[in-house]
Each structure stands twice: as structure tokens, then as C-alpha cells.
């Protein structure tokens, strides 16, 4: 079993699976639509999402754990950005999309909501 598996935390679980779907849609891509461009930007940026979860969790400070989460968010907001060219370019589905799209903003969300709360419990003393 993966480290970011056994990791307990909530956003740690998230980008693993979200990696996962990413993979998977890096495959259909890249086999079925013989498309291997954006395929392959969106497989970059999706799983590197959770890497860098997994080094912040094994951060050396608060600043270089904020620092690691905020690339982790700068990569989720690449992701959305290939997703969407994805999408509007008619390589996925509406469906497909708007799953991806969600689990994407929604981890957009817990990282800007760990950064400020973590600048703010450790940083503004």
C-alpha cells in the first residue's frame, strides 16, 4: 500500500483517488483518441497534485509545508485549465468532465482552506 494511502488526511485520500481518475483518463486519451499533447499536461499536473501533498506532510517547517501545498494548489489550477481545454476541444465528455472538474475545484478548496489557516495559526503572531 502507497504512503498517500496510509496517510490519514482527508486531502491526502482525495488527490490519491483524483490521481487515480486522472491516469484513467490519461489511458482512454491516449489509446482512444490517439490524442497525446493535452493528454499527457493533465496527466502531469493531476498527479502531481498529490505528490506534492505528500512532501508538504513531510514539510522541514510551516513555511515549507504552506509552500509544497501552495505548488499542489498552482498544479490543481493547471489541472482545471487542461480539463477544460479538454473539454471545450470535444476530447471528454460533459460527464466525464464535470466529475473530474468537481473533484478538481474541490481540492482546490481544501488547499487554499490548509494554506490560510495554516499562515494563520503559524505565520500572523
Given at each position: 500500500?502507497?504512503?498517500?494511502?496510509?496517510?490519514?488526511?482527508?486531502?491526502?485520500?482525495?488527490?490519491?483517488?483524483?490521481?487515480?481518475?486522472?491516469?484513467?483518463?490519461?489511458?482512454?486519451?491516449?489509446?482512444?483518441?490517439?490524442?497525446?499533447?493535452?493528454?499527457?499536461?493533465?496527466?502531469?499536473?493531476?498527479?502531481?497534485?498529490?505528490?506534492?501533498?505528500?512532501?508538504?506532510?513531510s514539510?522541514?517547517?510551516?513555511?515549507?509545508?504552506?509552500?509544497?501545498?501552495?505548488?499542489?494548489?498552482?498544479?490543481?489550477?493547471?489541472t482545471?485549465?487542461?480539463?477544460?481545454?479538454?473539454?471545450?476541444?470535444?476530447?471528454i465528455?460533459?460527464?466525464?468532465?464535470?466529475?473530474?472538474?468537481?473533484?478538481?475545484?474541490?481540492?482546490?478548496?481544501?488547499?487554499?482552506?490548509?494554506?490560510?489557516?495554516?499562515?494563520?495559526?503559524?505565520?500572523?503572531?
Amino acid at each position: 500500500m502507497s504512503l498517500m494511502k496510509q496517510n490519514d488526511s482527508i486531502v491526502g485520500r482525495k488527490s490519491y483517488d483524483f490521481a487515480l481518475a486522472i491516469i484513467k483518463l490519461y489511458k482512454n486519451l491516449s489509446t482512444e483518441k490517439r490524442e497525446f499533447i493535452l493528454s499527457k499536461q493533465v496527466l502531469r499536473s493531476g498527479t502531481s497534485i498529490g505528490a506534492n501533498i505528500n512532501e508538504a506532510l513531510s514539510g522541514e517547517s510551516k513555511r515549507d509545508f504552506i509552500h509544497k501545498m501552495s505548488i499542489s494548489l498552482k498544479e490543481a489550477r493547471e489541472t482545471a485549465y487542461w480539463l477544460n481545454l479538454l473539454s471545450d476541444s470535444g476530447f471528454i465528455e460533459k460527464g466525464e468532465y464535470n466529475i473530474l472538474i468537481f473533484s478538481c475545484n474541490e481540492l482546490m478548496k481544501i488547499l487554499s482552506s490548509i494554506i490560510i489557516t495554516t499562515k494563520e495559526k503559524y505565520l500572523t503572531k
